[in-house]
């Protein structure tokens, strides 16, 4: 089933501009995900954040996560074209190789030149 | 990081035969690895989770005897759609976690005729 709900379903921006995309989910979490998908491949995985950390940074990625809320937040400032791609956010409800992340429904993200 | 490769990337069969997808983890043992369906613009749903050595553990409504999972090493599992039919056309992908971030295949693009 899935628990992350993300908002908006599409964004498209400009190039330089800032992106942030949001994702709720309904359940308890020991992580939160986010991963990057471009069209037709897998998913790469561009951040985690543990359910006891509030704000995390990678590069020009900038994660926040408010469990009272049950939501969590992805920045991708500067965005450049080849930010093209849909991202998804997972929640992990125990950390392990045989925990089974729930995806939430993604959200495309077009970056214009 | 780690590297999960999944083959083929492309695969048209005729209706009523069997196609098999292997997914290897090229540089971690996997004990487990994750497989899901992905529609069009939709997001990933779980279909099982190959255990190796053991069972796979289907999620409700995947049928068993449709896709048939096998993990017989730690690198490396199969899965097998029998007798495929029109409405098995879709993206299918491979993952394992190690140790906390889920590593995906490239993923393969089923296409029955």
């Known amino acids: 089933s899935q628990q992350g709900e993300e908002d908006p379903q599409a964004l498209s921006i400009q190039e330089g501009e800032n992106a942030t995309m949001n994702c709720s989910y309904k359940t308890s979490i020991n992580n939160l995900q986010w991963y990057r998908q471009n069209s037709g491949r897998g998913l790469v995985h561009l951040i985690l954040?543990?359910?006891?950390?509030r704000e995390k940074h990678s590069g020009r990625l900038r994660v926040t996560l408010d469990t009272s809320k049950k939501s969590s937040s992805l920045l991708i400032t500067a965005s450049r074209a080849a930010d093209t791609a849909s991202y998804f956010c997972a929640t992990d409800p125990f950390t392990g190789a045989n925990s089974k992340l729930t995806f939430g429904k993604g959200i495309t993200l077009s970056v214009r030149p | 990081g780690a590297v999960v490769s999944q083959h083929p990337s492309r695969v048209i069969c005729k209706s009523g035969t069997s196609v098999k997808i292997e997914c290897r983890s090229l540089d971690f043992q996997a004990t487990t690895m994750f497989w899901y369906r992905q529609f069009p613009k939709q997001s990933l749903m779980l279909m099982a989770t190959?255990?190796?050595?053991?069972?796979?553990?289907?999620e409700q409504g995947v049928e068993k005897d449709k896709f048939l999972i096998n993990h017989a090493s730690l690198t490396l599992s199969t899965l097998t759609v029998t007798s495929a039919h029109p409405e098995d056309s879709s993206f299918y992908i491979c993952?394992?976690?190690?140790?906390?971030?889920?590593?995906f295949g490239q993923g393969t693009r089923l296409t029955v005729v």
């Open positions: 954040i543990r359910s006891n950390e």
């Open positions: 993952s394992a976690r190690h140790p906390s971030r889920a590593f």
């Open positions: 190959s255990n190796e050595g053991s069972k796979a553990t289907y």
